[in-house]
């Protein structure tokens, strides 16, 4: 695992750099994840095996550090990830991200422009939060009852039917969870939808089979982005069905315009 200082206050965010020839992709995580736990087995399938694949913790999740002073807005990720490019060198690049990663990705690809060569979420959030999803629920708790104690009974409540992502959860600075799912909550302007129907590059979004219907799923391709399904698995699909998300990349990857 190699490590990148991220601010004058030498926090550093960690994650793998695997070789590869081809174009590298980067992978952002989602809400309660990381990218050290969620895609090493995703990254390690034949059709991703010969690109150079980046799986980044974000600060506050995973190996990377979790300074109680930083704000953890989408906006403040894509921040750092702009600088961790640009000093990484990428002058092109993939991104692949899920769920509330997809929203920092799409901040990132606005700033990156033409250095993008495709951009690919997998359930990923185009829109503020609504009820029923999780951000929205850890957004709508005051920080101080969150990190106080809801965080520890959203983990304890989740590690039964939950266990992969409550063992993520449970590293995560319960801070850093509050504060990036306030600002998912409170959404962004533009809206992350209006991002992505505005890039240029390649554009793919994948579903798993389980997560549909989905009104998205017409209204994405009114807009000429390219839809993928990942067959016999849900949100969770990175634990789910590795292989069939590698190959789902790979077709995002390799589609026309």
């Not at 034949?46 to 979790?66: A, V």
Request: net charge negative; hydrophobic share 35%.
């Amino acid at each position: 695992m190699k490590e990148y200082i991220v601010d004058n206050m030498k926090n550093k965010m960690r994650y793998h750099d695997l070789p590869g020839e081809d174009t590298p992709i980067l992978f952002i995580h989602g809400l309660g994840c990381a990218g050290s736990f969620d895609y090493p087995e995703v990254a390690a399938q034949t059709d991703l095996i010969n690109h150079r694949r980046i799986l980044i913790d974000l600060l506050g999740s995973g190996f990377s550090d979790k300074p109680d002073n930083y704000l953890y807005t989408v906006k403040e990720h894509a921040d750092y990830l702009y600088n961790f490019v640009q000093d990484l060198k990428l002058s092109k690049f993939i991104i692949f991200a899920h769920s509330l990663g997809g929203a920092i990705a799409l901040e990132l690809a606005s700033k990156c422009g033409d250095n993008i060569e495709s951009i690919i979420l997998s359930e990923a959030n185009l829109d503020k939060s609504s009820p029923g999803s999780s951000t929205y629920e850890f957004g709508s708790y005051e920080e101080e009852d969150f990190v106080n104690g809801a965080f520890d009974e959203i983990v304890n409540e989740n590690s039964i039917e939950n266990s992969m992502w409550t063992a993520t959860l449970s590293i995560w600075s319960s801070t850093a969870a509050s504060r990036i799912s306030k600002s998912a909550v409170a959404g962004a302007e533009p809206s992350w939808r209006e991002i992505l129907y505005s890039l240029k590059c390649k554009r793919t979004f994948i579903f798993g089979e389980k997560s549909l219907p989905d009104h998205d799923q017409t209204e994405l391709k009114k807009h000429n982005i390219n839809i993928e399904v990942v067959k016999a698995a849900g949100h969770s699909m990175a634990w789910e069905n590795p292989k069939g998300l590698a190959e789902a990349i790979k077709r995002g990857i390799l589609y026309e315009l």
